[in-house]
T-cell receptor
Framework: EPEVTQTPSHQVTQMGQEVILRCVPISNHLYFYWYRQILGQKVEFLVSFYNNEISEKSEIFDDQFSVERPDGSNFTLKIRSTKLEDSAMYFC??????????????FGSGTQLSVL | TQLLEQSPQFLSIQEGENLTVYCNSSSVFSSLQWYRQEPGEGPVLLVTVVTGGEVKKLKRLTFQFGDARKDSSLHITAAQPGDTGLYLCALKRGNNRLAFGKGNQVVVIP
């Protein structure tokens, strides 16, 4: 089965540094998402992206965050100036469509971000 | 606000036993999804339930959507060690924006 690929699997950074998390969604998918999971807490929605623009974002997705699809295959999440509380597992996901009740999101294996 | 509450948070059983975990809400939802997440991996969709009272089976897993569409259960028959994982329920808010519960951590001991 096709899969969403995320790199790196682990990222350690100093507080205040910029990080870019990378994702390669499934090739025929049109909708892309970032979620995060802080240790011991729920998986939380950050942002959805379609047709080269943000469709929806949560209150977590503030000005420190940005997303980009720089080419035909990659989808990136940038955190401009990391904070300790940004430490989490970040999941990329993609889907063919949106809105349909049975629409299936495919998640990547995640990038574990540790901010020191 | 806790939209979805899952119980129990943690459950450990012996191989071959049956188990049931629950996902509840005070609100009615149009559909609900169940995912399984293994350590170091992303959630994987198991099933979507839509109709009140609906029952769906996936091998030894039985998913039920409550008649009032405010709760759901997952029953595993004759659990195997491979069933170990974090079971997450989620509902869609808007266009594929998923709101997850905290999960039911299931451990099946050989």
């Amino acid at each position: 089965e096709p899969e969403v690929t995320q790199t790196p699997s682990h990222q350690v950074t100093q507080m205040g540094q910029e990080v870019i998390l990378r994702c390669v969604p499934i090739s025929n998918h049109l909708y892309f998402y970032w979620y995060r999971q802080i240790l011991g807490q729920k998986v939380e929605f950050l942002v959805s992206f379609y047709n080269n623009e943000i469709s929806e974002k949560s209150e977590i997705f503030d000005d420190q965050f940005s997303v980009e699809r720089p080419d035909g295959s990659n989808f990136t999440l940038k955190i401009r100036s990391t904070k300790l509380e940004d430490s989490a597992m970040y999941f990329c996901a993609s889907s063919v469509d949106r809105g349909a009740t049975n629409e299936k999101l495919f998640f990547g294996s995640g990038t574990q971000l540790s901010v020191l | 606000t806790q939209l979805l509450e899952q119980s129990p948070q943690f459950l450990s059983i012996q191989e071959g036993e049956n188990l049931t975990v629950y996902c509840n809400s005070s609100s009615v939802f149009s559909s609900l999804q169940w995912y399984r997440q293994e350590p170091g991996e992303g959630p994987v969709l198991l099933v979507t339930v839509v109709t009140g009272g609906e029952v769906k089976k996936l091998k030894r897993l039985t998913f039920q959507f409550g008649d009032a569409r405010k709760d759901s259960s997952l029953h595993i028959t004759a659990a195997q060690p491979g069933d170990t994982g974090l079971y997450l329920c989620a509902l869609k808010r808007g266009n594929n924006r998923l709101a997850f519960g905290k999960g039911n951590q299931v451990v099946v001991i050989p």
